[in-house]
């Protein structure tokens, strides 16, 4: 059953929201990813809508929008793997490592297929990646593709990224067609510019369509001009996943009433660890570690468990409660 218009008691920041979860939309290319998320806001009338992850305006493909209460579990999700299928082309280099950017240099040499295979194997696992500079990650407050428009290159601190998998489906020089698997935060574009490198050839992604963003997949996704046409409830019933089952991945406490009750106080009840109860190994796993649903599997609340006042009790520590479960006054059980 869905956490929306539950009557769990009264919520202390205004009315329980409508509908809470995750809209998936197929992005076009063109449009960027903040103006595919003001076109949902406009849509499905939700101010606050935001997405939990960007595509690049020449990209398209699955962008995962969270709605109503769903918006402070973001980090829940983003870090999750992402697939894409791509196209690299071989024999030029931009200042973007995408064709959308200026040349820099063109060497019109195609490797061939044995050594654009061999040369990929060497980037599958975990490896440091230098962001690149037009990019909408930030240094110094500022966005690195504001200070690329000015002519500005600063130095960026490579992150760790992992390459699951690197499949190739076609290969037409100068181009070669490829699906890949990678975690969060890998940048394709720069996948691509450094296997140029690495092969002497120089490299630039020709495009770009992410295809899944674990768990969701882009085959449920909402297409951009359906977006302008369906009514709202068509939208959310066929391409919305409730905020309840798209919490389901994440481990689960559940609460009896009066703990429900004592949790939108604000309290920190103690759970069971254990067989009955919950597993060891998620205490001190994080602050969004887990979710914290009631007697009839409703999320009410994100949250950690910390050492209790025993072996097998761990702490609950909620760190986000959802409106529909805030109460206004003091608890009066521990």
């Known amino acids: 059953m869905s956490t929306a218009g539950r009557e769990l008691g009264a919520p202390a920041h205004g009315a329980v929201p409508e509908w809470s979860g995750l809209v998936l939309v197929d992005k076009p290319v063109g449009v960027t990813s903040h103006d595919v998320v003001e076109r949902v806001r406009r849509r499905?009338?939700?101010?606050g809508a935001g997405h939990l992850g960007t595509l690049?305006?020449?990209?398209?493909?699955?962008?995962?929008?969270?709605?109503?209460?769903?918006t402070r579990c973001i980090p829940i999700w983003q870090g999750g793997e992402k697939t894409y299928e791509a196209r690299i082309r071989f024999g030029v280099v931009t200042d973007t490592q995408d064709m959308h950017g200026r040349v820099l240099e063109r060497t019109g040499a195609c490797p061939e297929e044995a050594?654009?295979?061999?040369?990929?194997?060497?980037?599958l696992g975990e490896f440091d990646q230098v962001p690149p500079m037009v990019s909408a990650l930030r240094v110094g407050g500022q966005r690195l593709h504001r200070l690329a428009r000015r002519g500005e290159t600063v130095e960026r601190r490579p992150r760790r990224v992992k390459v699951v998998?690197?499949?190739?489906?076609?290969?037409?020089?100068?181009?070669?067609?490829?699906?890949?698997?990678?975690?969060?935060?890998?940048?394709?574009?720069?996948?691509?510019h450094d296997l140029g490198a690495r092969l002497g050839t120089g490299a630039a992604l020709a495009s770009l369509r992410r295809l899944r963003s674990e768990p969701f997949?882009?085959?449920?996704?909402?297409?951009?001009?359906?977006?302008?046409?369906l009514p709202r409830e068509e939208v959310l019933e066929r391409h919305?996943?409730?905020?309840?089952?798209?919490?389901?991945?994440?481990?689960?406490?559940?609460?009896?009433?009066?703990?429900?009750?004592?949790?939108?106080?604000?309290?920190?009840?103690?759970?069971?660890?254990?067989?009955?109860?919950?597993s060891p190994e998620w205490v001190g796993a994080g602050p969004r570690s887990v979710v914290v649903r009631d007697a009839d599997g409703a999320a009410i609340a994100l949250g950690e468990l910390r050492s209790g006042s025993a072996a097998d009790r761990?702490?609950?520590?909620?760190?986000?409660?959802?409106?529909?479960?805030?109460?206004?006054?003091?608890?009066?059980?521990?």
Do not use: H, K
Not at 56 to 70: E, K, M, Q, T, Y
Not at 167 to 191: I, Q
Not at 252 to 261: E, F, G, S, W
């Open 165 to 192: 998998s690197w499949d190739w489906t076609a290969f037409e020089p100068p181009e070669a067609g490829f699906v890949v698997r990678v975690s969060g935060g890998t940048y394709v574009r720069t996948l691509a």
């Open 217 to 229: 997949t882009v085959e449920l996704a909402v297409p951009m001009r359906a977006l302008d046409t």
């Open 44 to 47: 499905l009338r939700d101010r």
């Open 314 to 334: 761990a702490r609950l520590r909620p760190n986000v409660v959802f409106p529909w479960a805030v109460r206004q006054g003091r608890a009066e059980v521990d």
């Open 240 to 278: 919305g996943i409730a905020l309840d089952d798209a919490l389901l991945p994440v481990p689960m406490v559940t609460l009896d009433p009066a703990q429900c009750r004592f949790i939108g106080y604000g309290g920190q009840p103690e759970v069971e660890v254990g067989p009955a109860g919950a």
């Open 115 to 123: 050594a654009i295979r061999e040369a990929a194997l060497e980037f």
């Open 56 to 70: 690049d305006p020449g990209a398209s493909g699955l962008l995962v929008v969270a709605l109503g209460a769903a």
